[in-house]
């Protein structure tokens, strides 16, 4: 058998395992018919919201002793999954009887103001109770159906005065699959998010080795992202002080005509797809050639939002404990990737797994897109909803399973600064079909292909009120051997889908010479 004809042997091998290869063909939903469907609709309004309370009585009685103040209750999240809509409804001010919840998600007939029911039940969101959820702003679901919950701890943070609540900050999985079962349960220590003072918003997941989590804590103290290893049940945080921190020349916007002054730290937050079809080959013969023409690194997308600029740092970074305990200011600043110009600040912000970072404007009373394969200039920044009315601070995004993606306006400016009237609509979610997924609904592949740390729907009672949940037998003792277990960047090594499917076609061509 000739050179010639194992070389061809060798592309057509390689080709048809790049068909296969499901990193290559992410899940998409059916492609909207009409134009009409990619528009941004009104699913839901409310003036003010409401909990769906057990009788009227139990309303009447929380009202009256101030459990429950209408007018202090905000929504800020949304995550869709099944036939439910589940929202976050942080404790800034009093009154606010729960801090999570969902209601069904539309229906043709349904409410347009439907009542929110607190999550997982009214005891896990009693306030004052530290093993219950005190303070939830952002939530995410994983592919697995598990709800990752950021608690920081603390309730009221509006308003001045002694009788707030300060309890641990944590994170609780919770499984959708069995009405928000706990299946774990991490405090997160003190020298990594201090009680009190932290302000964990926004998070993300990443199901690479067992899943990650990362989380934005933009307290005016220590602003950075917090990441927590589930398979270490560890948590360590990523300071970086010029693309993590409010911008001077940022803290000073106006949405619809009311003028604010914030600085606020890094607050938006998603991860990018692993497959970048854009990454150029590496042409060293001694590296791998499918690892060196196959990206499999994941960005993390950020902002402050009091800034102008969009900011990534890899993921695999992000997951090495050991860079992040030895790395100076320098060494992570290095990391960073600064994409350039927005033409507002943003608050939401979400990622699909095509690729596509939909994101609000404030200042615009818009909602904007960009395709992360092109570079972030005003032309590829493009606005696919504008409106002054409907569009009045976009917060929390979420997608569900058949490509609609979830906004929630909220007037968030008109919330801090007293100004929400009870005769206007105050909170909408919007929602618009698209042609992908959210970005969690990625291929298995070798980052996420472990079961050893996959849930499997049984519940050790003696790890989750512990904190314990899955150990890991792997110390984490060197940065070599951190790399090895939690991820390479671009420049990989011989490895994990690359080194096997080489392993495959060196043994195919040793066969076929032998003949």
Not at 3 to 19: D, E, K, P, R
Not at 219 to 232: K, N, T, Y
Not at 497 to 514: F, I, N, P, Q, W
């Amino acid at each position: 058998m000739g050179l010639s004809t194992v070389a061809g042997l060798l592309v057509l091998l390689v080709s048809v395992v790049s068909a296969q290869d499901p990193i290559l063909n992410p899940p998409t939903p059916s492609t909207p018919t009409n134009q009409a469907d990619r528009q941004f609709r009104v699913v839901y309004e409310w003036n003010v919201l409401d909990f769906a309370y057990p009788t009227e009585d139990d309303r009447a009685r929380a009202l009256y002793h101030g459990a429950y103040i209408p007018k202090n209750v905000l929504i800020s999240d949304c995550k869709p999954h099944a036939n439910r809509l589940y929202v976050t409804v942080p404790r800034m001010l009093a009154g606010v009887p729960a801090t999570l919840g969902y209601f069904v998600r539309p229906e043709n007939n349904g409410r347009t103001d439907p009542e929110i029911v607190p999550f997982p039940s009214w005891e896990m969101n009693k306030r004052g109770n530290c093993s219950a959820l005190q303070f939830v702003q952002g939530i995410a679901i994983d592919k697995y159906g598990i709800m990752w919950v950021v608690d920081s701890g603390r309730t009221e943070t509006l308003q001045r005065g002694t009788n707030h609540v300060t309890c641990p900050p944590k994170i609780l999985l919770l499984d959708l699959k069995r009405n928000g079962t706990v299946v774990w349960r991490y405090e997160f220590p003190a020298e990594i998010v201090p009680s009190g003072v932290n302000y964990l918003n926004k998070i993300v997941v990443d199901d690479a080795f067992g899943g990650f989590a990362y989380i934005t804590d933009n307290s005016g103290a220590d602003p950075g992202i917090v990441v927590f290893s589930r398979r270490l049940n560890r948590a360590w945080k990523v300071r970086e002080n010029n693309s993590m921190r409010a911008a001077q020349n940022a803290v000073r916007f106006a949405v619809n005509g009311t003028e604010l002054n914030f600085s606020i730290h890094i607050d938006a937050i998603a991860l990018g797809p692993y497959y970048n079809p854009h990454a150029q080959g590496d042409l060293d013969p001694q590296v791998d050639p499918l690892i060196g023409n196959q990206n499999y690194e994941r960005n993390v997308y950020y902002s402050p939002l009091s800034s102008y600029h969009l900011y990534s740092l890899p993921a695999s970074l992000l997951r090495d404990p050991e860079f992040v305990l030895k790395a100076s200011p320098r060494d992570i600043l290095e990391s960073v990737t600064d994409y350039g110009r927005k033409s507002s600040q943003t608050d939401g912000m979400i990622m699909d797994n095509q690729g596509e970072l939909y994101y609000g404007l404030l200042g615009e009373h818009s909602i904007a897109r960009w395709d992360s394969y092109t570079p972030f200039t005003a032309k590829n920044q493009v606005v696919v909803a504008r409106d002054r009315t409907h569009i009045q601070w976009v917060d929390g995004m979420g997608f569900d399973h058949e490509g609609y993606i979830y906004a929630i306006t909220n007037r968030l400016h008109n919330f801090v600064a007293g100004k929400l009237r009870s005769d206007e609509v105050n909170f909408r979610i919007l929602r618009a079909k698209t042609n992908a997924l959210s970005y969690v609904e990625t291929p298995d592949n070798v980052f996420n292909n472990d079961v050893r740390y996959k849930y499997d729907g049984e519940v050790d009672n003696s790890l989750v009120h512990y904190g314990a949940g899955v150990s890991s037998t792997t110390p984490v003792s060197s940065r070599l051997e951190t790399a090895g277990v939690l991820g390479f960047g671009r420049s990989g090594a011989a490895s994990g889908v690359g080194s096997l499917l080489t392993m495959v076609v060196c043994a195919v061509v040793a066969k076929m010479l032998a003949v």
